[in-house]
């Protein structure tokens, strides 16, 4: 059941990349000091990197879910590799969402260039074997619990 949830937020998570704005010209801090270009954005502020990376998280979930497999605990140990790995797309996913409606709707936007692929993983998630096994198996559940980024 977690993970219909997780591919439920597919669909409602995320949109296209937030309008950027010249740090040397805002509305606080001295006039016209550049910040160094080097300084990488945070992924919640990256939108479409954002989206990107979400897509080839929830692909990695559904490749390991379509895998003919009643092995609950090592589902969820792959789960837990694919959360780990993808730990900063899970917490800039949540960022957004708590961000409020107008940073979800630009996540939205991000998104929509992917969504015939977020459809498909979501829809293999929620279809596969593994779910249909392991949904009330206790390990693959707190997986999927990480997964939506709760502990």
Not at 16 to 27: I, M, V
Not at 37 to 45: C, E, G, K, N, Y
Not at 83 to 104: C, F, M, P, R, S
Request: charged content about 20%; glycine content about 8%.
């Amino acid at each position: 059941m977690r993970l219909l949830v997780l591919a439920a937020l597919v669909g409602f998570g995320c949109g296209h990349a937030a309008p950027t704005t010249d740090p040397g010209h805002g509305a606080t801090g001295s006039a016209h000091q550049p910040t160094p270009d080097a300084a990488p954005r945070s992924l919640d502020d990256d939108l479409g990197k954002l989206a990107e990376r979400s897509l080839a998280m929830y692909q990695a979930i559904a490749k390991l879910l379509a895998e003919p497999s009643t092995d609950c605990a090592g589902v969820a140990a792959k789960l837990d590799a694919i959360t780990q790995t993808n730990a900063d797309v899970i917490a800039a996913n949540a960022k957004v969402l708590h961000a409020g409606h107008e940073k979800i709707q630009q996540l939205k936007a991000a998104l929509e260039p992917h969504q015939a692929d977020l459809d498909a993983a979501a829809q293999t998630i929620g279809a596969s074997q593994a779910m249909k096994t392991c949904s009330s198996n206790a390990a693959f559940g707190k997986a999927a619990d990480r997964l939506l980024g709760e502990q």
